[in-house]
């Protein structure tokens, strides 16, 4: 779990407001702002099972005062409990946890170099996770890689599977479900050891993976409620990364068809959308600040961000670039510079922003 | 405290809808829901003085967006501090906690047998918790039967006492207080343990007992607020269990007056309720797929339920039959099949739904 | 972290309703309330960083159920991480933590021995929390003094520090910032021992400081929202507190302007605020009923309170009697008469109440 505080924050440039959907203080007048005081517990109940629950006690309650929200509740992040079979290779995850879908989603933040995750394979599953069951196997020879990058001190997706398959919700975290449709997921995600190629690559892998998705969802409206139609969602994501060592790239990409308002029907409708990233990092383990890992990601993203009401169309072109300190092993330091060209999430509200982001963020990690 | 996840759920059947105060998945488009996910601190301060808090992390919060609600945020359940008396025979109880109104309201979800609360006992404490402070008296040779019980793995209504005294604000659960009147409430329980009759009865223990209640509440109107004036509210309530060794029977029934709509004169008024259950249930300890217990249940229940906006009446006949396995310790699942007869908890439905209902939960014990 | 229920209350007396802004139950029908609940996680991570997180368990949310609120949510009251330097004699705070401003402010509920803060000093920081980053240095002296007063027993205004120095967001605890102006506060506070003064002194201390705050704030307005234009708050604080050793002094005085309701413009503008408290105690520590606290307490307060809707003016008279027993070193016991003179904390209703009051506190601490 980690702590962050987002530091001094950049006001709106151009036309049309600068807003993320990742980061409500993007271009909101404010300086510091909580993104996540995360609490965690956890704990084996057997050798066969164990639970694990994760709350935020940064979450907002509209509606409080005058229409003004109050910050800071503790809602529900993770809830699951594991059953493990077969040697502890094959999880059943039973509860609220994240939707395998997008290895940088699985991943968690306090991993992640970026401050935010890229838009394409996020607007799949906006806040990650949704209730249902999903079943894990890892093999014994991809487990030996991971233990090994994990050793080394790269930053994995986490504790999840080589393959997942999973049934869920599919209306989105921390939401009432609407319709009986499940929302089905499918992920695969290997890593290969390149020592064998020679010399140049002693110590490199690379991981590659896709997921599929399908689903039917229907988003907020902003006259109330949720729309009538369960909207189709059906999507493919793949993905690539070579672990930094010391130089590494990763990238993925998404396509599909998603909820996303029609301005000339003024309603919701199963819209395509595509959309990735591509980021190059460096791993510098004993620079005198500490360890220290500078990156650069470009993204896109064309498509409709369903959590949003009315499920508006974003259209993302942004450049990131920034360095991660760890001046003592308990804290982390980001320094990010961005050029971002956004739409707002917002149908009732055209064209792009563009702007310049300087941010700094603290993390705590424990 | 336990994790429960509802599994496949009927989609209604009959004229009006289908809905249960208890299982707010009945009836309900969706197929997985988290019915619970609770967190306990606790500690003795001392010899004479302990701490109880528990929350619910899946506490829903309305009017969030386009006035949908948002699921799974951390509210309160009980927050009490003990104080112990005469050798730890008397306890005072300080804070939120349970009002002793009903036996099986008083024992935990993760102990009862059949999936919901019988509606009876349980429209004079929806929530079964209050506000206040209430002395539990357990003599020595009672203690002594509960001990011998708990021993043998037997699920007892908790750790409260054979008698039972208490003054509540009386508005319910996490309510805020509208009037200085206090809720009134006495309990007794008392185990007999009946090796005395006979070979036949080695082992066997009934445990029998009464409530009472006098309270004044203003429940929640449709145009707003709450009621300007406060209702009268008088209930008695018996009990009588055989624990199963192997074969038990459970029964409870209820009189008394409470808020109720009156559709007449559109307004809400102090009228007649009863109801309760008769259940019969099997202990099988030693069955190939672990720890078994077959039930059968009947209900009814006539009257209003005030927690619901405008106090709507209800007019419930159910049978539920149904078996709890417990294939690993710490994991139970509970398959049941009920056949309802059901008014919807809102006044502006008449009628009543009749449905057949095929549930699974999932709940987790740690 | 402490719990308390506020006993039986009286009823309001005199023209207009008499209410507090710091006690919700004073005036309101109803008898038992929770005003506190709070839980704790702390850690260190290493000598020089740690955790502290706490929530507090008994948070209204509002709007729940036709307008009505639902009581008992777990919602932030601190988040931050410490960093020490110099030999822990500095310390750095990032996070949501008490805004230095106001002796009685920065000392916890649990240790102070009135039931509420006085409404001068507390106007400026009500919920005595903001998010941002705070410097606080102790001197080796000053802590030596501090260490052993606590060695002592004596209630001492908390682990901050003799100079503290901040910039916060501003907007108060657990509100979204509205503006890029930052609430700058600086602090001191310095403790002197008496001995040297002759035998009379003997063990006597004798703590004085001021505090200095520069703020811009939006209030929130009835018709929604916040004020458009942010309203400038400088405020200055001055305290001295003589601990009791057997008898002791305590008073604050605040002076300033601060936003505050003009019913001639019906707008918000910024506008003299003062006022503060005088306060006589003793400390028995040997009493057949434990230790034992008995004080009396006088108030004053005009300006406005900026965490209401509109920024209503206050108009604070009070007198307070009380005495604080610890019969069990866990618990401890308020009981307390007060006579107050007060404007309720709405600008649509005018003059002010009189009322006395009999209030009970009972109060676990862990």
Do not use: C
């Amino acid at each position: 779990a980690n702590e962050a505080l987002s530091g001094p924050i950049d006001a709106p440039t151009g036309l049309a407001r600068l807003r993320s959907v990742h980061d409500s203080s993007v271009g909101e007048r404010g300086t510091f702002s909580l993104r996540r005081a995360r609490i965690v517990i956890q704990g084996d109940l057997s050798d066969k099972v164990s639970l694990y629950l994760q709350g935020d006690l940064a979450s907002a309650v509209n509606a409080q005062s005058s229409g003004e929200r109050r910050e800071h509740f503790f809602q529900m992040r993770d809830a699951y409990a594991d059953l493990f079979l077969l040697d502890r290779r094959l999880k059943l995850r039973f509860g609220q946890s994240k939707v395998p879908f997008g290895w940088e989603n699985l991943q968690s933040s306090s991993n992640r170099i970026a401050i935010d995750r890229a838009d394409a394979a996020n607007s799949a599953v906006p806040g990650e996770r949704d209730l249902g069951v999903v079943a894990y196997f890892t093999p014994r020879s991809v487990q030996a890689i991971w233990d090994r990058l994990g050793r080394d001190g790269q930053k994995l997706f986490g504790n999840y599977g080589a393959i997942g398959l999973g049934v869920f919700n599919g209306q989105g975290i921390n939401r009432t479900e609407k319709n009986d449709s499940l929302m089905q997921v499918a992920m695969v995600s290997w890593p290969f050891a390149l020592d064998g190629l020679g010399e140049a690559f002693a110590g490199q892998v690379i991981e590659i993976g896709a997921q599929g998705m399908l689903n039917r969802v229907q988003p907020e409206l902003r006259s109330g409620g949720v729309n009538p139609v369960s909207i189709a969602e059906r999507r493919v994501n793949l993905h690539a990364v070579l672990y930094p060592a010391p130089f590494g790239l990763q990238a993925e990409w998404s396509w599909g068809r998603g909820p996303e308002w029609d301005p000339s029907t003024q309603s919701i409708a199963s819209r395509p959308l595509s959309g990735g990233y591509i980021q190059a990092m460096a791993r510098v383990t004993n620079s005198p600040l500490g360890a220290l890992m500078p990156y650069a990601r470009w993204q896109h993203y064309r498509g409709g961000w369903k959590a949003a009401i009315n499920a508006p169309r974003l259209e993302t072109n942004e450049i990131e670039l920034g360095v991660e300190f760890q001046p003592l092993k308990e804290l982390e330091l980001t320094l990010a510079y961005a050029r971002m060209k956004r739409a707002e999430a917002d149908e009732r509200r055209a064209g792009r922003a563009v702007g310049d982001l300087l941010r700094a963020q603290l993390q705590w990690n424990y």
